[in-house]
Each structure stands twice: as structure tokens, then as C-alpha cells.
């Protein structure tokens, strides 16, 4: 991996990653993924953008606390794409990822959607924890819904995608900029699949691990959000 790296660190040395990490009440683990954002690696320079969307726990006190981050809040909650798009908005990197603040994906594994953009193969890359070795499902409910929103992704889309609804969705941000975003809620992510196949831009899918939490642990996702996806992707196939 190291030799991989350095083979390109002399073509990106002046690019840069903008990494947008959108909180809302995750007191527990927000500081553990900043501070594995922090360490990270990489062969370009990054910034490290967090946008508290209106937590009600003490998310933002604890990202107050941290230095060498760029913070923003919403003084209400809006929805994770809303936090998303005022990340975007205040991004100065060449390229974007969404990094989310719950240790479901390790920070760790950025580097392999980097590289795909690193090597020219594509503009787009999206995590994908089916390639991932060793990964498994916390619930068959969540199981049945990545894969239906996947299928229906493919279906209307003519896409060929493993997972769709993975959380680590890598841009450049040329791309991304250019991209209108209407959802707030968690229907960003398939309004955003849906607007850049539309425009025919290949997405290039890495392999991601991934250590599932289910309700108790905070995971806000649910079936109503499979649902919605679903219906997101039919808008967006029959309109902007």
C-alpha cells in the first residue's frame, strides 16, 4: 500500500481531500473518528470539515474542544444532507468524501477510494461493503433493504453497483459542485447516485469493511428510509 502511495505523491502533492464528517447526536463516538481522521495518512493534504446538524447531546461541545478541524453548526437538526451540503459549501479540496461519525467504516479504508481517483480510473467512488471480505449484516431488515435500494439503482440507472447505500461516497469535487442537492435527509445519497448516472459519470466501487451498531447504539436508519430511497431514485429518474 505504502509503494502505491508514494508512487503518486509527486502528481498530487498540491491536491487536496476535503473530508466532511456530518454529526448529530454522537457524543460517544464523534471524538474516536476525528481523532482516526486526524492520523490519517494520506498522499495528498486534507481538511477535516465537521458539520454538528442541531445535536441535543454533547456532540458539539466535544468537536469545540478539538483543534485542527474546520467546525459548523446548524442550531437545529436539519437532516444528515443538509449537514452535508453546508460541508460542501465550505470545502476547499479538490476532491470530497462523507465520513460518518458513528465508526461503522473505518476511516483507515479512505485511501482505497482515493486511489481509483488517484490513478485517473474515475471521478466518482463509492465504498462498497459486499466486496469487503468479512463483512457481515447485523439484521436481515438492513441486509434486504441496502440490496433492494442497490437493485432498484440498477434497475433504473443501468448501473451496476454492489452498494448503493454505503456511507462512503468519495468525489471530485468538480463533480460534486456541479450537482444540484434538494434532499436534507438521508435521501441525499440516492439523489446524488441518481444525478451523476444521469450524467453518465462511471462509479468506480472500493472495498470497505464494516462493524454494523443497531438501534440501541444509535443507528438512525430505517425501514422508512429504505422506502423513501426507493422513491427518490424513481423522482430522479423522471425529473431534476
Not at 93 to 104: H, N, R, S, V
Request: glycine share 6%; net charge positive.
Amino acid at each position: 500500500m505504502k509503494h502505491i502511495i508514494f508512487k503518486y505523491l509527486k502528481v498530487t502533492k498540491r491536491m487536496k481531500v476535503s473530508i466532511i464528517i456530518p454529526v448529530y447526536n454522537e457524543e460517544k463516538t464523534i471524538k474516536k473518528v476525528i481523532n482516526k481522521v486526524k492520523k490519517l495518512k494520506l498522499p495528498v493534504k486534507k481538511e477535516i470539515i465537521v458539520v454538528d446538524d442541531g445535536s441535543s447531546d454533547k456532540s458539539f461541545n466535544i468537536i469545540n474542544d478539538i483543534n485542527g478541524i474546520k467546525k459548523l453548526r446548524h442550531h437545529k437538526n436539519m437532516g444528515k444532507g443538509a449537514a452535508v451540503k453546508t460541508g460542501i459549501s465550505n470545502s476547499t479540496g479538490d476532491i470530497i468524501i462523507i465520513q460518518d461519525a458513528d465508526l461503522e467504516l473505518n476511516p483507515d479504508e479512505i485511501i482505497n477510494l482515493l486511489i481509483p481517483i488517484m490513478k485517473n480510473k474515475t471521478d466518482v467512488v463509492y465504498g462498497s461493503r459486499l466486496l469487503g471480505k468479512k463483512n457481515v449484516e447485523h439484521s436481515f431488515f438492513y441486509y434486504f433493504g441496502g440490496r433492494l435500494v442497490t437493485f432498484f439503482t440498477n434497475l433504473l440507472y443501468g448501473t451496476k453497483l454492489t452498494d448503493e447505500p454505503c456511507g462512503y461516497k468519495m468525489f471530485k469535487t468538480k463533480i460534486l459542485k456541479r450537482i444540484k442537492i434538494n434532499e436534507n435527509g438521508f435521501g441525499f445519497e440516492p439523489e446524488i447516485t441518481a444525478k451523476i448516472a444521469k450524467k453518465r459519470i462511471k462509479i468506480y466501487e472500493a472495498p470497505v469493511s464494516y462493524k454494523p451498531r443497531n438501534k440501541k447504539e444509535g443507528k438512525k436508519l430505517n425501514w422508512k428510509d429504505g422506502i423513501k430511497a426507493v422513491w427518490i431514485l424513481f423522482k430522479y429518474r423522471f425529473s431534476n
